[in-house]
């Protein structure tokens, strides 16, 4: 009888490159960082080689002593590719690819190939091909012989091997209809917008760079049930869920894909319509993973990024996550947020805290109330507990007779 053979997917195995410019630059922690994209991305990292130099090659990226190098290390690691920390032009990576006579892949390739597989939603497969045959419409004339690859693995996944083999006219017409695509759901999300305004809801966009505890804490508040792993970008489809707070006031919380260094401007473009959830947002809450030696660094990357989006004039609460881990006290502080709060999302430690400081904001916008109603205008006291705090309410001869904070835009109605 013959004997059944299992197949198993062979890992990739991958040196990591990154150019080192001036003394004392973060490149180091990058590769630490992009040993966590390609490990996500299911490869295994084997090396990290640094060149100092003043800038990276035009054509080839390395300097061609440093290639030598590589081309040793790949013999003797017995290694499947390279993965370089920058975005590769269609040059370098030809170039490189012939010189090295292996894959060559760079930081982008890597975080389009673990959105790909990540993408679950309608939006967010139109998102990631979108965002991919953008990067491989620029790169047409540098993958060549690459643009067939058979052998699996990171950049493969996505929209596949026929729409690799397109040729640039195709590939600009699946980006409009793409496109198209993306417009109906931007305005789906749009009636949905409108919605919540005209039943006074308020929203609180999650932000945060990536792995900081964003998914966990909307699990912590909403029994949202999301995937929280200890990952890079282990949700990127927005969820979003109703909360109730102390007073008994409803807010509707947002999760955002992470953010990341060097975040491509490709993602940055095709998930704008997710990420506008923080424009239209009334509230930014910003999760900080306060345990990670780069937490100064990455509160800059998340603030920068947001500048980018046009995310501004908002009330930002920096959420210092993850306090359950920290062995010693650390002084917490973010300058650029209006409040801030210690929690850890995985234990609860903090979360009450959380939640009355968006009460104590949502009512800084409110106006107080104190009216007796007629009995027959009893719903318009459930619109006060579900959109307003209701503080008191007392059944008297003449009516109900209520002292409540209530949202300015809704004073009129009620009044």
């Keep these: 009888m013959a004997e059944l053979i299992e197949l198993k997917d062979i890992e990739e195995r991958v040196i990591l490159i990154g150019i080192s410019t001036e003394d004392g630059d973060d490149t180091k922690q990058c590769l630490d960082e992009l040993e ?13 080689i640094i060149q100092n130099r003043e800038s990276a090659h035009p054509a080839t990226y390395l300097g061609k002593g440093k290639m030598d190098e590589v081309k040793e290390r790949l013999w003797e690691l017995d290694a499947t590719g390279v993965v370089c920390d920058d975005e590769l032009s269609p040059a370098q990576l030809r170039n490189l690819e012939d010189a090295l006579e292996t894959k060559v892949m760079d930081r982008t390739m890597v975080i389009l190939d673990i959105f790909a597989a990540r993408a679950k939603t309608r939006e967010g497969k139109i998102q990631v091909e979108l965002a991919q045959l953008k990067y491989r419409a620029a790169r047409l004339v540098g993958l060549r012989s690459s643009l067939s690859r058979l052998g699996g693995g990171i950049g493969t996944r996505g929209p596949g091997e026929k729409k690799l083999e397109m040729d640039r006219r195709l590939i600009h017409e699946r980006i409009s209809r793409l496109k198209e695509e993306l417009r109906e759901v931007e305005q789906h999300r749009e009636v949905l917008r409108r919605q919540r305004e005209r039943a006074h809801t308020k929203v609180a966009a999650i932000v945060g760079y990536t792995n900081a505890g964003k998914s966990t804490l909307l699990n912590c508040l909403s029994d949202a049930g999301i995937l929280a792993e200890d990952k890079l970008f282990a949700t990127l489809d927005p969820t979003t869920r109703n909360v109730k707070l102390p007073g008994g006031q409803e ?17 940055i473009e095709a ?4 990420l506008e959830e923080a424009k239209y947002s009334d509230i930014i809450l910003h999760v900080v993973d306060c345990t990670n030696p780069q937490m100064d660094m990455q509160m800059h ?18 959420v210092f996550n993850k306090t359950d881990r920290l062995e010693e006290d650390v002084i917490l502080k973010d300058m650029s947020a209006d409040y801030q709060v210690k929690i850890s999302a995985k234990t609860g430690v903090g979360v009450d805290k959380l939640l009355k400081l968006l009460e104590t904001i949502l009512r800084n916008q409110q106006i107080y109330l104190e009216k007796t109603y ?16 209701l503080l008191e309410e007392e059944y008297t001869g003449e009516g109900i007779h209520v002292k409540a904070y209530v949202p300015a835009e809704l004073y009129g109605q009620i009044i």
């Excluded at 966590?36 to 990292?45: C, D, Q, R, S, Y």
């Excluded at 807010?251 to 993602?267: A, E, M, N, S």
């Design 301 to 318: 990357i998340v603030y920068d990024t947001l500048r980018q989006l046009e995310v501004t004039d908002k009330i930002v609460v920096t």
């Design 251 to 267: 807010i509707l919380l947002t999760d955002t894909v992470g953010f990341i260094r060097k975040l491509p401007h490709h993602l």
């Design 374 to 389: 007629p009995y027959e205008k009893a719903g318009r006291i459930q619109d006060i507990r579900r959109y307003g705090e």
């Design 36 to 48: 966590e994209l390609v490990k996500t991305a299911g490869a295994a990292a084997v090396d990290k």
């Design 271 to 274: 998930f704008k319509s997710t």
